[in-house]
């Protein structure tokens, strides 16, 4: 069991940036697949990046591929997502999500495969 709490949303202009954390709670966070996945209204939760539990492996939806970042820092229980030349079509609810299951995996990311997510923060990036 891990408990998450996303922070670094905002309201920013197209091609800025901003960096988004997970602060998470448990004791075996390291153990953990860590993900974000993000949501607009009316739209389905779609998948922006995945890391393996020892940061070794990530993986990016390719709307997204490099210009966001994905890290994590087991020591400080904490996962990141760097956000740079944000778009409009970037704007959602961002949500951070844990999967104990298979913590090697980064490639296959479905939200059914994560038991613990977080609140969501949302993010909206204008023209």
């Known amino acids: 069991q891990v408990q998450l709490v996303e922070s670094g949303g905002g309201l920013v202009q197209a091609g800025a940036s901003l960096r988004l954390s997970c602060a998470a709670s448990g004791r075996a966070f390291h153990s953990y697949r860590m993900a974000w996945f993000r949501q607009d209204p009316g739209k389905e939760r779609e998948f922006v990046a995945a890391i393996s539990w020892d940061g070794g492996s990530t993986h990016y939806a390719d709307s997204v591929k490099g210009r966001f970042t994905i890290s994590r820092d087991n020591a400080k229980n904490t996962v990141y997502l760097q956000m740079n030349s944000l778009k409009p079509e970037d704007t959602a609810v961002y949500y951070c999500?844990?999967?104990?299951?298979?913590?090697?995996?980064?490639?296959?990311?479905?939200?059914?495969?994560?038991?613990?997510w977080g609140q969501g923060t949302q993010v909206t990036v204008s023209s």
């Open positions: 999500a844990a999967d104990q299951t298979r913590p090697w995996a980064v490639v296959r990311n479905s939200p059914l495969d994560f038991a613990s």
